[in-house]
């Protein structure tokens, strides 16, 4: 199975602030990397696919990078909105499909 | 608007079942694979269970295999989540996710479900 680690586990910033987030698999993956985001309560939410591309109706300041075994996610201004955890999927290894344990921003 | 709906959910004593539903609407059931994807209280997610679109291919995740079935009724357009021999392990909330393929090939999980709690306990 390919483990997915995410860094870092949680993430202290404000509003305004440039913020990266970290996924490493542990085998390469390609680009088969996705990030979701979720809100407590609430469904994740799909943010990027294919490691670089941005879901339809997910605002430009989120943005995807890597290949291989190291992903990055970055927003590139902080609003209130973004305060949630976020987990990165790798679907390389078809069907089981694992997470990160995800990473919670907080403010 | 595509919708998933889950339901179903409850408590359950350990070895006891449940039958988990997803109605879908706003698409066309049929021409997308489905997925169980579930979160424990306070943890992760972690992928359960997939279904083709005609029921062609079905997987499961090692924890579950033996124990849950996954089934899909094209015309109801509805998925479903037979579960037995529950276990406490297996508390948690049940999302049911539909799977699209990007142009490059790759899948990822584009509509979620509100989630349906599953909690196993004496």
């Known amino acids: 199975d390919i483990q997915m680690t995410q860094s870092p586990s949680s993430l202290s910033a404000s509003v305004g602030d440039r913020v990266t987030i970290t996924c490493r698999a542990s085998?390469?993956?390609?680009?088969?990397l996705n990030w979701y985001q979720q809100k407590p309560g609430k469904a994740p939410k799909l943010l990027m696919y294919g490691a670089s591309s941005l879901q339809s109706g997910v605002p430009s300041r989120f943005s995807g990078s890597g290949s291989g075994t190291d992903f990055t996610l970055t927003i590139s201004s902080l609003q209130p909105e973004d305060f949630a955890t976020y987990y990165c999927q790798q679907t390389y290894n078809h069907p089981t499909y694992s997470f990160g344990q995800g990473t919670k921003l907080e403010i | 608007e595509v919708q998933l709906v889950e339901s179903g959910g409850g408590l359950v004593k350990p070895g006891g079942s449940l039958r988990l539903s997803c109605a879908a609407s706003g698409f066309t059931f049929s021409d997308y694979g489905m997925n169980w994807v579930r979160q424990a209280p306070g943890k992760g997610l972690a992928w359960v269970s997939s279904?083709?679109?005609?029921?062609?291919?079905?997987y499961y995740a090692d924890s579950v295999k033996g124990r849950f079935t996954i089934s899909r009724d094209n015309a109801k357009n509805s998925l479903y989540l037979q579960m037995n021999s529950l276990r406490a392990a297996d508390t948690a909330v049940y999302y049911c996710?539909?799977?699209?393929?990007?142009?490059?090939?790759?899948?990822?999980?584009?509509?979620w479900g509100q989630g349906s709690l599953v909690t196993v306990s004496s």
């Open positions: 996710a539909r799977v699209r393929v990007g142009s490059s090939g790759w899948p990822y999980f584009d509509f």
């Open positions: 279904i083709t679109t005609s029921s062609g291919y079905i």
């Open positions: 085998q390469s993956i390609n680009t088969y």
